[in-house]
């Protein structure tokens, strides 16, 4: 069996993170990762890995059953992925019921998998119906998208467009536009502060 800390996977996995941190896209513990990984892959690293613990995931992930995947640690911070991914991040395969998440690997002290995971199955499932190849969802908090969702005016085109001014590297990244999510209202709370936006 090879070392798990050598697999290509992990180490983009770390890579990422670290980069994440660094130029500014989230914020403290902000933000979280799950790839999916290829069981064929990654049976090169965990061999016959025993269960270690069973996390409950709080809703049916069925459609994933016996998938493997590699997520980002609940309250962690992605700075600290590089130095110490094995307290940081975890390898969890989907139970057969789809109900539970098996740890194979990693949240050494004890951690658990970010409280989004079962968002992050979600859209797993839902990008896996459309793209076979899907294999990763990230969550991200940029400062100044953060930002913006307090200034500036949540139309869609708008949003886009004021990105795509501010970096032009963004119309590569996402040259179809940005969504926003319905509910986030500009309008002020009674208390006279406007409500969170995603």
Known sequence: MKEILNAPFLREMMETADNMYR?????RNGGNI???LD???????????EVKRVIP????????????FLVT???RYFKNVKADPETNLGIVRISSDGQN???LWGYRDGGRFTSEFPAHLMSHMARLSVDPENRVVIHSHPTYTLAMN???ELDEKKFTHTLWEMCTKCIVVFPDGVGVL??????PTPSGRRPRRR
């Open 23 to 27: 130029l500014g896209w989230d914020e």
């Open 34 to 36: 799950s790839l999916l």
């Open 150 to 152: 307090y200034v500036h």
């Open 101 to 103: 998440a098996e740890l």
């Open 182 to 187: 319905p509910g986030c209202s500009a309008a």
């Open 39 to 49: 069981t064929a892959k990654a049976a090169e690293y965990l061999g016959g890995a």
């Open 73 to 75: 640690g609940t309250g």
């Open 57 to 68: 995931l709080g809703f049916d992930a069925a459609q994933l059953q016996g998938r493997l």
